[in-house]
Protein backbone atom coordinates (compact mmCIF):
# COMPACT_ATOMS: atom_id res chain seq x y z
CA UNK A 1 0.00 0.00 0.00
CA UNK A 2 1.44 3.19 -0.86
CA UNK A 3 1.72 6.22 1.31
CA UNK A 4 -1.11 8.41 -0.46
CA UNK A 5 -3.29 4.98 0.11
CA UNK A 6 -2.26 4.71 3.73
CA UNK A 7 -2.85 8.24 4.46
CA UNK A 8 -6.33 8.30 2.76
CA UNK A 9 -7.48 4.93 4.90
CA UNK A 10 -6.87 6.37 8.04
CA UNK A 11 -8.45 10.00 7.55
CA UNK A 12 -11.72 7.86 6.87
CA UNK A 13 -11.28 5.55 9.29
CA UNK A 14 -10.66 9.20 11.60
CA UNK A 15 -14.22 10.73 9.80
CA UNK A 16 -16.24 7.57 10.57
CA UNK A 17 -15.29 7.53 14.05
CA UNK A 18 -15.59 11.05 14.17
CA UNK A 19 -18.83 11.27 13.04
CA UNK A 20 -20.16 8.27 15.15
CA UNK A 21 -18.86 10.51 18.20
CA UNK A 22 -21.29 13.29 17.11
CA UNK A 23 -24.10 10.68 17.01
CA UNK A 24 -23.75 9.42 20.34
CA UNK A 25 -23.85 12.95 22.16
CA UNK A 26 -26.72 14.57 19.74
CA UNK A 27 -28.54 11.12 18.67
CA UNK A 28 -32.23 10.34 20.61
CA UNK A 29 -31.07 7.32 22.91
CA UNK A 30 -32.79 4.25 21.88
CA UNK A 31 -33.14 1.09 24.48
CA UNK A 32 -33.91 -0.91 21.71
CA UNK A 33 -31.33 -2.92 19.51
CA UNK A 34 -32.90 -2.62 16.43
CA UNK A 35 -32.22 1.49 16.10
CA UNK A 36 -35.93 2.25 16.61
CA UNK A 37 -37.32 4.64 18.60
CA UNK A 38 -39.52 2.58 20.65
CA UNK A 39 -42.84 3.99 21.96
CA UNK A 40 -45.20 1.83 24.65
CA UNK A 41 -48.67 3.04 25.59
CA UNK A 42 -50.34 1.97 28.77
CA UNK A 43 -53.64 0.91 27.35
CA UNK A 44 -55.97 1.77 24.18
CA UNK A 45 -56.79 4.83 23.95
CA UNK A 46 -53.42 6.31 24.72
CA UNK A 47 -52.44 3.69 21.62
CA UNK A 48 -55.01 5.00 19.30
CA UNK A 49 -53.40 9.06 20.18
CA UNK A 50 -50.08 7.40 20.13
CA UNK A 51 -50.36 5.73 16.39
CA UNK A 52 -52.07 9.28 15.38
CA UNK A 53 -48.74 11.01 16.29
CA UNK A 54 -46.04 8.22 15.65
CA UNK A 55 -47.61 5.76 13.51
CA UNK A 56 -45.92 5.28 9.99
CA UNK A 57 -42.91 7.59 10.75
CA UNK A 58 -39.83 5.54 9.57
CA UNK A 59 -37.55 4.87 12.70
CA UNK A 60 -40.45 4.72 15.62
CA UNK A 61 -42.54 1.73 16.28
CA UNK A 62 -45.81 2.08 18.63
CA UNK A 63 -46.76 -1.05 20.82
CA UNK A 64 -49.54 -1.20 23.36
CA UNK A 65 -48.54 -2.93 26.92
CA UNK A 66 -51.75 -4.28 27.74
CA UNK A 67 -54.29 -7.16 26.04
CA UNK A 68 -56.88 -5.96 23.97
CA UNK A 69 -59.94 -7.69 26.37
CA UNK A 70 -57.91 -5.41 29.47
CA UNK A 71 -60.95 -2.41 29.87
CA UNK A 72 -59.99 0.47 32.36
CA UNK A 73 -56.85 0.36 34.36
CA UNK A 74 -58.03 0.35 37.75
CA UNK A 75 -56.87 -3.23 39.33
CA UNK A 76 -54.35 -3.90 36.52
CA UNK A 77 -51.45 -5.95 37.51
CA UNK A 78 -47.67 -5.83 35.24
CA UNK A 79 -46.86 -9.41 33.51
CA UNK A 80 -43.20 -10.08 33.45
CA UNK A 81 -43.93 -9.73 29.81
CA UNK A 82 -45.46 -6.54 30.33
CA UNK A 83 -42.06 -5.78 32.11
CA UNK A 84 -40.36 -7.21 29.37
CA UNK A 85 -41.31 -4.60 26.99
CA UNK A 86 -41.02 -1.70 29.07
CA UNK A 87 -37.28 -2.26 29.33
CA UNK A 88 -36.82 -1.85 25.71
CA UNK A 89 -39.64 1.38 25.33
CA UNK A 90 -37.61 4.79 25.14
CA UNK A 91 -40.64 6.63 26.22
CA UNK A 92 -44.04 5.44 27.83
CA UNK A 93 -47.38 6.78 27.17
CA UNK A 94 -50.31 6.94 29.99
CA UNK A 95 -52.94 8.40 30.56
CA UNK A 96 -52.35 10.05 34.17
CA UNK A 97 -54.57 11.68 36.74
CA UNK A 98 -54.03 7.76 38.82
CA UNK A 99 -55.12 5.70 35.91
CA UNK A 100 -52.12 3.53 35.92
CA UNK A 101 -51.88 2.24 39.30
CA UNK A 102 -49.32 0.25 38.48
CA UNK A 103 -46.97 2.51 37.50
CA UNK A 104 -44.59 2.72 40.77
CA UNK A 105 -44.29 -0.95 40.26
CA UNK A 106 -42.99 -0.28 36.88
CA UNK A 107 -40.45 2.87 37.99
CA UNK A 108 -38.96 0.65 40.51
CA UNK A 109 -37.81 -2.10 38.10
CA UNK A 110 -36.92 0.84 35.35
CA UNK A 111 -36.10 3.96 37.27
CA UNK A 112 -34.92 5.47 34.13
CA UNK A 113 -38.16 4.83 32.07
CA UNK A 114 -39.24 8.55 30.43
CA UNK A 115 -42.82 8.56 30.96
CA UNK A 116 -44.92 11.30 29.00
CA UNK A 117 -48.38 11.47 30.65
CA UNK A 118 -51.04 12.41 28.63
CA UNK A 119 -52.86 14.31 31.18
CA UNK A 120 -49.92 16.91 32.08
CA UNK A 121 -51.59 19.72 31.28
CA UNK A 122 -53.41 22.44 32.90
CA UNK A 123 -56.00 22.56 30.65
CA UNK A 124 -57.24 19.21 31.94
CA UNK A 125 -59.31 20.11 35.23
CA UNK A 126 -60.15 16.36 36.95
CA UNK A 127 -63.69 15.81 37.81
CA UNK A 128 -63.31 14.43 41.69
CA UNK A 129 -65.93 12.06 43.51
CA UNK A 130 -66.82 12.90 47.16
CA UNK A 131 -63.48 11.50 48.89
CA UNK A 132 -61.79 13.84 46.76
CA UNK A 133 -60.30 11.35 44.32
CA UNK A 134 -60.27 12.47 40.72
CA UNK A 135 -61.71 10.60 37.80
CA UNK A 136 -59.28 9.77 35.35
CA UNK A 137 -61.60 8.59 32.14
CA UNK A 138 -60.64 12.27 30.57
CA UNK A 139 -60.49 10.91 27.53
CA UNK A 140 -64.37 10.51 27.20
CA UNK A 141 -64.52 14.23 26.96
CA UNK A 142 -63.20 15.50 23.30
CA UNK A 143 -61.88 18.26 24.27
CA UNK A 144 -59.74 16.42 26.91
CA UNK A 145 -58.39 14.14 24.06
CA UNK A 146 -57.37 17.16 21.94
CA UNK A 147 -55.42 18.50 25.17
CA UNK A 148 -53.88 15.25 25.61
CA UNK A 149 -52.98 14.98 22.02
CA UNK A 150 -51.17 18.19 22.29
CA UNK A 151 -49.45 17.03 26.00
CA UNK A 152 -48.25 13.91 24.12
CA UNK A 153 -47.24 15.54 20.91
CA UNK A 154 -45.26 18.28 23.10
CA UNK A 155 -43.20 15.64 25.20
CA UNK A 156 -42.53 13.50 22.16
CA UNK A 157 -40.63 16.24 20.55
CA UNK A 158 -38.79 16.88 23.80
CA UNK A 159 -37.63 13.37 24.10
CA UNK A 160 -36.92 12.21 20.50
CA UNK A 161 -36.29 15.42 18.86
CA UNK A 162 -35.07 13.59 15.54
CA UNK A 163 -39.20 12.99 14.55
CA UNK A 164 -40.07 16.04 16.39
CA UNK A 165 -41.46 17.43 12.60
CA UNK A 166 -43.42 14.51 12.04
CA UNK A 167 -44.83 14.22 14.82
CA UNK A 168 -46.31 17.88 14.83
CA UNK A 169 -47.09 17.29 11.20
CA UNK A 170 -49.40 13.89 12.17
CA UNK A 171 -50.81 15.17 15.16
CA UNK A 172 -52.52 18.38 13.37
CA UNK A 173 -54.19 16.25 11.10
CA UNK A 174 -55.24 14.33 14.16
CA UNK A 175 -56.58 17.60 15.98
CA UNK A 176 -58.45 18.34 12.80
CA UNK A 177 -60.76 15.42 12.67
CA UNK A 178 -61.12 15.82 17.00
CA UNK A 179 -62.21 19.34 16.43
CA UNK A 180 -64.82 18.45 13.60
CA UNK A 181 -65.88 15.22 15.70
CA UNK A 182 -66.65 17.29 18.46
CA UNK A 183 -68.22 19.75 16.88
CA UNK A 184 -70.66 17.52 15.24
CA UNK A 185 -71.14 15.89 18.35
CA UNK A 186 -72.52 19.33 20.27
CA UNK A 187 -74.56 19.83 16.94
CA UNK A 188 -76.10 16.04 17.97
CA UNK A 189 -76.06 16.35 21.40
CA UNK A 190 -76.62 19.76 23.06
CA UNK A 191 -80.26 20.06 22.11
CA UNK A 192 -81.65 16.91 22.84
CA UNK A 193 -85.07 17.30 24.49
CA UNK A 194 -83.70 14.37 27.70
CA UNK A 195 -80.63 14.37 29.32
CA UNK A 196 -80.95 12.01 32.46
CA UNK A 197 -78.51 9.18 31.85
CA UNK A 198 -78.06 6.31 33.75
CA UNK A 199 -74.44 4.26 33.09
CA UNK A 200 -72.74 1.33 33.74
CA UNK A 201 -69.87 2.92 35.70
CA UNK A 202 -68.03 6.10 36.69
CA UNK A 203 -66.68 6.21 33.28
CA UNK A 204 -68.20 8.96 31.55
CA UNK A 205 -68.82 12.24 33.87
CA UNK A 206 -66.35 13.63 31.19
CA UNK A 207 -68.61 12.68 28.37
CA UNK A 208 -71.56 14.22 30.23
CA UNK A 209 -70.22 17.60 31.04
CA UNK A 210 -69.08 18.38 27.65
CA UNK A 211 -72.21 17.35 26.40
CA UNK A 212 -74.75 18.80 29.13
CA UNK A 213 -75.84 15.28 30.25
CA UNK A 214 -77.21 14.94 33.83
CA UNK A 215 -75.82 11.51 34.92
CA UNK A 216 -77.96 10.51 37.96
CA UNK A 217 -77.04 7.35 38.42
CA UNK A 218 -74.22 4.35 38.50
CA UNK A 219 -75.22 0.87 38.18
CA UNK A 220 -71.56 -0.24 39.54
CA UNK A 221 -69.42 1.56 41.35
CA UNK A 222 -66.49 -0.69 41.07
CA UNK A 223 -66.28 -1.99 37.33
CA UNK A 224 -66.07 -5.64 37.50
CA UNK A 225 -68.32 -5.56 41.44
CA UNK A 226 -72.01 -6.64 41.45
CA UNK A 227 -73.99 -3.90 43.16
CA UNK A 228 -74.73 -4.33 46.48
CA UNK A 229 -78.96 -5.26 47.16
CA UNK A 230 -79.06 -1.31 49.04
CA UNK A 231 -77.21 0.03 45.85
CA UNK A 232 -79.60 -1.53 43.37
CA UNK A 233 -82.53 -0.38 45.19
CA UNK A 234 -81.42 3.04 45.50
CA UNK A 235 -80.80 3.04 41.22
CA UNK A 236 -83.98 1.46 40.72
CA UNK A 237 -85.54 4.10 42.58
CA UNK A 238 -83.74 6.90 41.07
CA UNK A 239 -84.64 5.13 37.13
CA UNK A 240 -88.25 4.99 38.35
CA UNK A 241 -88.41 8.77 38.50
CA UNK A 242 -87.08 9.69 35.40
CA UNK A 243 -89.50 11.23 32.54
CA UNK A 244 -87.18 8.83 30.17
CA UNK A 245 -86.09 5.69 31.48
CA UNK A 246 -82.57 4.33 29.63
CA UNK A 247 -79.38 2.93 31.54
CA UNK A 248 -76.48 2.20 29.26
CA UNK A 249 -74.35 -0.57 29.93
CA UNK A 250 -70.97 -1.00 29.02
CA UNK A 251 -69.53 -3.92 26.76
CA UNK A 252 -66.57 -5.22 28.19
CA UNK A 253 -68.66 -5.67 31.19
CA UNK A 254 -71.97 -7.86 32.30
CA UNK A 255 -75.18 -6.72 31.88
CA UNK A 256 -76.68 -8.54 34.39
CA UNK A 257 -77.28 -5.51 36.89
CA UNK A 258 -78.77 -3.45 34.09
CA UNK A 259 -80.73 -6.38 33.02
CA UNK A 260 -82.17 -6.48 36.72
CA UNK A 261 -82.83 -2.51 37.02
CA UNK A 262 -84.68 -2.77 33.82
CA UNK A 263 -86.66 -5.90 34.70
CA UNK A 264 -87.93 -3.44 37.71
CA UNK A 265 -88.57 -0.17 36.08
CA UNK A 266 -89.15 -0.89 31.76
CA UNK A 267 -86.03 1.07 31.29
CA UNK A 268 -84.91 0.42 28.16
CA UNK A 269 -80.99 -0.90 27.98
CA UNK A 270 -78.64 0.92 25.48
CA UNK A 271 -74.44 0.46 25.00
CA UNK A 272 -71.66 2.75 25.45
CA UNK A 273 -68.14 2.33 24.38
CA UNK A 274 -65.70 3.90 26.86
CA UNK A 275 -63.32 3.07 23.87
CA UNK A 276 -60.89 1.00 26.25
CA UNK A 277 -60.64 -2.02 24.63
CA UNK A 278 -59.67 -2.66 21.07
CA UNK A 279 -56.91 -5.15 18.73
CA UNK A 280 -53.58 -3.03 18.62
CA UNK A 281 -52.87 -2.47 15.29
CA UNK A 282 -52.43 0.39 12.50
CA UNK A 283 -56.18 -0.15 11.67
CA UNK A 284 -57.42 1.45 15.32
CA UNK A 285 -56.25 4.92 14.22
CA UNK A 286 -60.31 5.78 13.37
CA UNK A 287 -61.06 4.10 16.44
CA UNK A 288 -62.04 6.62 18.91
CA UNK A 289 -63.51 8.81 16.27
CA UNK A 290 -65.85 5.92 15.16
CA UNK A 291 -66.55 4.76 18.12
CA UNK A 292 -67.09 8.23 19.89
CA UNK A 293 -69.89 8.67 16.71
CA UNK A 294 -71.41 5.44 17.45
CA UNK A 295 -71.75 7.01 20.95
CA UNK A 296 -73.48 9.98 19.81
CA UNK A 297 -76.08 8.29 17.98
CA UNK A 298 -76.46 5.81 20.30
CA UNK A 299 -77.11 8.85 22.92
CA UNK A 300 -79.58 10.80 20.10
CA UNK A 301 -81.55 7.55 19.85
CA UNK A 302 -81.97 6.86 23.40
CA UNK A 303 -82.86 10.35 24.71
CA UNK A 304 -85.31 12.06 21.74
Same mark, same amino acid.
Given at each position: ??????? #??????????????????SG?????H?????????????????????????????T????????C???????T????????????V?????M???????????????????????????????D?????????????????????????????????? #??????L?????????????H?????L????? +???????P????????????????????????????????? +????? +??V???E????P??A????H???????????I?????????????????????????? #???
Amino acid at each position: MNLKRFL #ALVLSLCLIFALAGCQGQSGTAKNGHDGKFHIVTSFYPMYIDVINIAGGIDGVEVTNLTEPQTGCLHDYQLTTENMKTLETADAFVINGSGMEQFLDKAMKTQPKLKVIDASKTDDINLIKDPDGEGNPHVWLSVTYTICQVKAITAQLCDTDPEHAD #AYRKNALDYLTKLEALRDEMHANLDDLPHKDI +VTFHEAFPYLAKQFHLNLVGVIEREPGTEPTPQELEETIEQ +VKELP +VKVLFTEPQYSPAAAETIAHETGASIYTLDPIVTGEATPEAKDDYLNKMRQNMKTLKE #ALQ
